[in-house]
């Protein structure tokens, strides 16, 4: 063994490593072995650091636990992760406009929106959305679903940012008038 020098590379995509076995365990990955199976309920990994995630998961074992909110975590660099969100440390930083994210994966989203890649169809109209969760609530409008509704006067609105504008009416914040009769804003 070298120690330390990285000899065997992957000629697929340049990968190097220190050890044989080590770039034969990664050609698994290129190839779809899965060969670490969860004892539980069968599902295979090409990792055995994937399996011992899954499995950790499978089993309920969250020793790492925030002091903030009290949620548990399997991994210390997920609890580590989730602390920067309750410290706003936004770590991750688009390279086009700037802006910052918390997590990588939120990065990622924000990068598929200025490459114009949208994942998610609407199986109503065919409109395409690069979040998941614009895709629900846009769903919304088509069913008609309003979950979000006034404690002032009872109207209810598909969207939650649709029921904080017509809040501000009744705080007086726009000009208009509610419904109710009372002159707010809108």
């Known amino acids: 063994m070298n120690a330390g020098i990285k000899n065997v590379e992957s000629d697929i995509c340049g990968e190097a490593f220190t050890q044989k076995g080590t770039l034969e365990r990664h050609m698994d990955v290129h190839a779809g072995i899965n060969n670490r199976e969860c004892d539980l309920h069968g599902e295979a990994f090409t990792k055995k650091g994937h399996l011992k995630r ?7 074992i ?3 636990e925030c002091d903030v909110c009290g949620k548990s975590f399997t991994k210390k660099p997920y609890l580590k992760s989730h602390m920067d969100m ?7 930083t688009c390279a086009i406009c700037g802006k910052a994210f ?3 994966n939120h990065l990622k989203l924000h990068m598929d929106m200025h490459a114009g ?10 409109k395409a959305f690069t ?10 409008m088509h069913t008609g679903t309003k979950n979000h509704e006034c404690d002032v006067c009872g109207k209810a609105f598909t ?3 649709t029921l904080k504008l017509h809040m501000d009416v009744h705080a007086g914040i726009h000009n208009s008038e509610c419904e109710i009769g009372a ?4």
Do not use: F
């Open 131 to 140: 979040e998941k969760s614009t895709l629900k609530r846009h769903i919304h």
């Open 183 to 186: 002159h707010v804003p809108m």
């Open 159 to 161: 969207q939650k940012g």
């Open 102 to 104: 918390i997590r990588k």
């Open 117 to 126: 890649i949208k994942n998610h169809k609407c199986a109503i109209c065919g």
């Open 62 to 64: 969250n020793n790492h």
């Open 54 to 60: 899954h499995m950790d998961t499978d089993t309920g």
């Open 86 to 92: 309750h410290a706003g440390i936004k770590n991750h």
